[in-house]
């Protein structure tokens, strides 16, 4: 029962403090989410969304040059609460606006707090409970926060029902407050060793880490390729779900909690994987299952359909977070893990602009049923030749880093 206990992730006082406040965070980001995509959609056509979605991706893309470079460079607690502090302040001001230029600059600032707070809390995961349990506390995390999105979604819908938008977007900001509350609280600290210096070209570092791994550099590539397809069916889930179904509010959230609850079987199963190689799996089927599911929403012609779509669209989402997260974590240096994670989220943002674009294109050319169903498919050739690729790896070199 000891070695149990030693072995826990539940052992460790900050991991007690820092899982369940980042999920509460996310069910407060749902909530927003929800808010925010029927505030901008009342009125507005696909290019209002296109924007939205735009703002919570572009701050991190600019930030990628400095947002590793802050997080390897300085004492993670100041880190964390300052971006968190920037976070409560812009989550509070949306909730006293409500015109669409307005809304899109305090969700920019909004995500440049978050392009700095997400890679510090990813550096100081493992450094709280060590490399062997970096997986484990990953895939509890994602689990989390799948439970976290599940309460969110459902709430968002009818929280905006009952209240409007202003009461949803207080509790995100309550939400941000809380994490900086725990930050504070946190023992663990991430520093710069002393005398140490942090090499310039935030963006250079991360990526030129990850491609030197035998790995990530077929799996991170394939992860952007995957972005821009399958983040394309964002622009239109809204109209999909609303339009062409004729569902309400309510509803909607309802689908975006049945994707959180599939990120937690999903996610759950990834976190007992061992080994490189296993997590490499998991990225691929959780691409491919994205895909199917795309394709399924696409063609849906009742609530069951969707819901069983959106469903497995949130496993396939938790295995390839959780198995993404730990390989890029586990496999990138101690000392560059901010500017590895900074640089990939920024990345990945990068291609999620691209799919916007492809997203209000496709929505103009096919409409949301179409776009649904050729993302799906555009999603599961990239899964299937990722696969090949990381098939083709020698076996020998993917045994010798599984162990």
Known sequence: MKQTLQTSIWSYRDIR???????????????????????VSDGHGPAAVTALLLAFAVPTVAMIPFAGRIVDGY?????????????????????????????????????LGQAVAGPAWGALIPR??????????TGASQA????????GSAAGGVLVGWTGSRGALLVDAATFLVLVLVARLVRTRRRPE?????????????????????????LVPALWLFVVVGEAVNVVEVFLITGELGLGPALY????????????AGSSYTGHLHGDLGRSRAVIGGMAAIGGSCVLMGLAGNIVTLMIGATTIGVGSGMLNAATSALVVTRAPETLRGRV?????????????????LGGTAAALLGPRGTFVACGLAC???????????VRTKDSELEAVSH
């Not at 709280?128 to 506390?137: A, C, F, M, P, Y």
């Not at 959230?253 to 937690?264: D, E, P, Y």
């Not at 990345?347 to 799919?355: D, E, K, M, P, Y």
């Not at 599961?380 to 990381?390: E, I, N, Q, T």
């Open 253 to 264: 959230g309802a689908a975006g909690a049945a994707t959180g609850l599939g990120a937690i």
């Open 380 to 390: 599961a050739v990239a899964a299937a030749v990722a696969g090949v690729l990381v």
């Open 144 to 151: 989390l926060i799948g439970v976290a999105t599940l309460a």
């Open 128 to 137: 709280i409970v060590g490399e062997e349990l970096v997986g484990r506390s």
């Open 17 to 39: 403090l820092v899982l369940p406040a980042r999920a509460l965070s996310y069910a407060g980001d749902s909530i927003a989410m929800i808010a925010l995509m029927l505030r």
């Open 75 to 111: 004492d993670s607690r100041t880190v964390l609460v300052w971006s968190g502090l920037l976070q409560v302040v812009a989550g509070v001001g949306l909730a006293f606006v409500h015109d669409l230029v307005h809304t899109l600059a305090l969700v920019c600032v909004l995500q």
């Open 194 to 218: 002393p005398g140490s210096t942090v090499e310039k070209g935030g963006v250079t570092a991360g990526l030129r880490a990850i491609f030197d791994d035998s790995i990530l550099r077929i």
């Open 341 to 357: 994670i900074a640089a990939l989220n920024g990345t990945v943002r990068t291609f999620s602009i691209l799919a916007l674009l």
